[in-house]
């Protein structure tokens, strides 16, 4: 009996750890396209349908190397923060939001949530947003989803 | 035949020109892209947009001792710019067809005037990332 209950402990120790490793991290980025030169600004930003997509083209996502696509609804209100909120979360630069997303399409583990904040007219807003499974090319197209590069 | 293997060679040939301005100091540290370097002989701008093949990052080198050309703000108004888009668009196509399409020109301000280099994307390597 002893060794039973020794034996459950051992057990639950372990599925407790494990869920404890399992527990993903929030990331914040703050996009701020407007103080970006129009050349060299990679995120677009838009509205389809009912879904308002930021699409970042790294061409970086395995395996097609497509761009990344984050989601989130039309609807989604987002929360507003204050500048003295924001400056005390830790927010990524872009080559670290890059890394995540291209570790994220090799190993296919969902270790972060993403936050993305926004200024809209002063005011900052919180979103939570969704990265999109990277697509091919041919899913593009027949998604009507192309944007040509100029 | 030699008419053939002169065909193969034209069709090899880059045919293609991109310009691009190299302007990190207006965007802000947290989205710049660039990494800009001297290793050696080698000038380097890495693009850390990990979109080559095996994640690898687009590297564009040129040479020391190869002297730019000097550009003038109104040639620069004329000449066709590209954007950061286009030029990762084009180093992924490189990285999976290995062809060289493109002549690259990176264009950096230095001073008051404009200086044009030649670039080359150096090809991926596979490295031993452990994801």
């Known amino acids: ?150 | 035949m030699t008419l053939f293997l002169y065909n193969i060679a034209r069709a090899q040939r880059p045919t293609d020109t991109l310009n691009y301005l190299v302007d990190t100091a207006k965007t802000p540290v947290r989205d710049r892209m660039f990494d800009i370097g001297r290793e050696g002989d080698y000038y380097g701008y890495q693009l850390a947009c990990k979109c080559l093949t095996w994640q690898n990052d687009a590297v564009f080198t040129y040479r020391v001792d190869q002297k730019g050309t000097v550009v003038s703000p109104n040639d620069l108004k004329k000449m066709n710019l590209s954007n950061l888009t286009r030029l990762i668009y084009v180093a992924k196509e490189y990285g999976i067809y290995r062809r060289d399409k493109t002549v690259f020109n990176f264009i950096e301000k230095i001073g008051d005037q404009y200086i044009k280099h030649r670039v080359y994307l150096l090809e991926p390597r596979k490295n031993e990332i452990a994801y």
Do not use: H
């Open chain 1, 1 to 150: 009996m002893k060794k039973l209950i020794l034996l459950l402990l051992i057990l639950a120790a372990s599925f407790y750890k494990a869920d404890a490793q399992k527990k993903p991290v929030a990331v914040y980025y703050l996009i701020d396209t407007a103080s970006i030169p129009a050349a060299d600004r990679i995120f677009y930003i838009r509205t389809n349908y009912n879904t308002y997509e930021y699409i970042l083209n790294c061409s970086c996502l395995m395996p097609w190397l497509s761009d990344a696509t984050f989601i989130r609804s039309v609807n989604n209100k987002g929360t507003i923060l204050t500048q003295a909120q924001v400056d005390k979360l830790k927010l990524l630069t872009l080559r670290e939001l890059i890394d995540i997303i291209v570790k994220y399409s090799v190993v296919r583990k969902k270790e972060n949530i993403f936050y993305f904040i926004e200024n809209r007219e002063g005011r900052l807003l919180k979103y939570k947003v969704d990265l999109r499974e990277p697509e091919s090319e041919y899913d593009r197209e027949r998604l009507l989803i192309v944007i040509p590069p100029k």
